[in-house]
């Protein structure tokens, strides 16, 4: 079991390495220059943030695109998978302009930083931007008015809010553009729509397509490494770049409730197979699936107190099937089990949270999956198996004929010499109490003298 496990721990340590081969641009061998397109729709995580560097990346070492455009329509994300992003934005040597599209998209808390990084921000009509404040923290509220005074954040909370302020004021003052803003889309969830946002320069400017951003910005100087250069987009060719097979394999995998049950398919795995060893389907089965899952869960916000309680609700719950308790290491299992699973993930975003109604279901079925199967299994490994002549000692034999001292019995269908202090009758019962080389010393039963 062990060289298969160190041979799949090579195999993910390349799948998590494989970055040499990012999405390929169209064909340009007719000369043309090529605008990639990437997108982002929906929340980002770290499979957007796969594509996105990637895809960066790659327009940077192809030195054949003159400017690369990123839409965006999302309602936020992972802190950990958009400082990724930005610096791979602010390290790019080609010019990247991120637009707000289509209509009726936004670009809410995170969306804003990824806005203030690139080096042209540009929204469509009918667009919003803004609401960048911390989620743990929250925006303010004034609906209470029986509330005299607000609630006095923490010194956590403090840190964390300075933090994201500094952060987008420094990208501001990198790109010129508005850091007041910047500081009040942080600090109290300010939002603007795309006119706003041109007035108050927050962006550059506003088009309603991609290919209507990049006529727009055709002769447009942009500052590069504090190098002023012009854009000719005259015969630019816009390309839009899709996520490959590697990107959606780290989006399945790196949702929390798929990576959650290969976690548990893992564990339960590798537990069968080490108290039913048999051909080993469960033991690989749950190898491979515990291993995708720590995959997935380096790259998501993982909570160490959220494992701790799930791993020892999982102990518990064993140690319940080994040695009945009464319910009380079962009982303290469960609730260890269901509040580890509900803390795993550290984050506030709904998109990267395990489902209520998920960890209810797996709690319960995990509870007669451990209590039961396991020890059912423990128990049919610890029921010793006697064969041989051993197995003869105490069994029933029936007297073939009448003797007295030596004679012949039947047992299990086999005929044995037999040995008795009393004198036999033919057809009846003994039992055999001891082996003497091929013969049994037999006496009669007990409710029978």
Known sequence: MLRWLVGLLLIFSFVG?????????N????????????????????????????????ANINKNSPLLIITLDTPGGLSSSLRDINMAIMASSVPIACLVYPQGARAAS???????????????????LGAATPVS????????????EPSTPTAMEKKVLNDAIAYIRSLAQLRGRNEKWAELAVREAATLTAAEALDKNVINLIAQSPSDLMQKLNGYNVTIDKENQQLNLANAQLTEIKADWRNNFIATITDPNIAYILMLIGIYGLLLEFYSPGIGIAGVTGGISLLIALYAFQLLPV??????????????????????SFGVL?????????LGSIFLIDTEQAHFQISIPLIAAVAFLSTLFLVFSLGFLWRTRNNKVVSGQEELIGANALVEHNFNGLGYVIVNGERWAAESQKELI?????????????TLRVSEHKNEE
């Open 17 to 25: 390495k494989a970055h040499t081969e990012p999405p390929k641009l």
């Open 137 to 148: 923290i929250g925006a303010p509220t004034g609906g209470d008015k029986e509330q005299k």
């Open 27 to 58: 064909d340009i061998s007719t000369g043309s220059q090529t605008v990639p397109v990437l997108t982002i729709k929906g929340a980002i995580g770290p499979a957007v943030s796969d594509y996105l560097v990637s895809g960066i990346n790659n």
């Open 426 to 438: 033919k057809g009846q019962h003994v039992q055999v109490n001891s082996i003497d080389g091929l």
């Open 330 to 338: 079962g009982f303290g299992g469960v609730i260890a089990f269901v």
């Open 110 to 128: 995170a969306g804003t930083y990824i806005l203030y990084a690139c080096h042209i921000a540009a929204m469509s009509s009918a667009t919003t």
């Open 303 to 324: 909570s160490f107190v959220g494992a701790g309680l799930l791993i020892l609700g999982l102990v518990l719950l064993i140690a319940e099937s080994f040695a009945p």
